[in-house]
């Protein structure tokens, strides 16, 4: 009988060893997009700074085209004013003059505030780059790691396989029969130790005959609060 319990023990470790394992590998896509999502969040918010940037050179470009635009105007007007006749000429074509003056300063304003952002975007940019070089060296860096324990834990969960096919031809068959039976029952853990005289797998104490008949190992013993199969272990 010992023997019997023995390898229901060790069939009982390789199923936690195996569940433990199968947790692990069940949140792996989890962890892979979770990685992929924070690179291309870091990505997006690059992107949409290019893109901005972009927009300020468009504006820029036709701020400096307008700006050329008058200056022709103002050169001509200016150039006019030794001909004009009249008085009411001349002045108009005076204000003309200062109006485009006017203009032209306000759009160099927007020239300059445009270029100030310019520069802040183009700042923040050169930072993200250098902050994106070493987040996807490290997001790939756990990729791989990632990757490196899938293919070890898949191993050893095959290992694991071949070891429970083993020790489950080893047991007698109405043995292992109760065995699933109970594991199904009581949430996947089928064999417990019991340790001065508590169960360890509900913490409930165990009746002091049932513990001394326990010490013996000479049959199946099962936990009176939690149906587990309990064997003796020495403190
Ligand atoms: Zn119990």
């Known amino acids: 009988m010992r023997e019997q319990i023995d390898n229901l023990i060790k069939l009982q470790g390789i199923e936690t ?3 433990g394992i199968r947790l692990i590998l069940s949140n ?12 291309s969040g870091v990505e997006q918010t690059t992107k949409n700074n290019e893109l901005k940037l972009d927009e300020l050179e468009k504006s820029y470009r036709l701020y400096k085209s307008d700006v050329e635009m008058n200056i022709s105007k103002l050169k001509k007007s200016q150039e006019r004013l030794a001909s004009i006749k009249t008085n009411k000429e001349y002045l108009s074509l005076l204000k003309g003059i200062e109006d485009l003056k006017t203009i032209n300063s306000q759009i160099e304003d927007q020239m300059l505030e445009c270029l100030e952002q310019m520069d802040d975007i183009k700042k923040f940019l050169a930072d993200r780059a250098n902050e994106y070089k070493n987040f996807s060296g490290q997001v790939n860096k756990e990729k791989q790691t990632i990757t490196h324990e899938t293919e070890k834990n898949n191993k050893r969960l095959a290992e694991l396989d071949t070891e429970w096919k083993k020790f489950s031809g080893k047991i007698d068959p109405k043995l292992l029969k109760i065995y699933l039976m109970v594991r199904d029952k009581a949430g996947g853990i089928a064999v417990t130790s019991v340790k001065d005289a508590v169960c360890c797998g509900c913490n409930m104490n165990i009746p002091p005959q049932m513990y001394n008949d326990l010490q013996r190992c000479d049959s199946l013993k099962f936990c009176p609060s939690c149906q587990r199969i309990i064997y003796w272990k020495d403190s």
Do not use: Y
């Not at 989890?30 to 990685?35: D, I, M, P, S, T």
């Open 17 to 19: 060893e195996s569940n």
């Open 28 to 39: 792996v896509t989890q962890r892979l997009n979770g990685l992929s999502s924070r690179l």
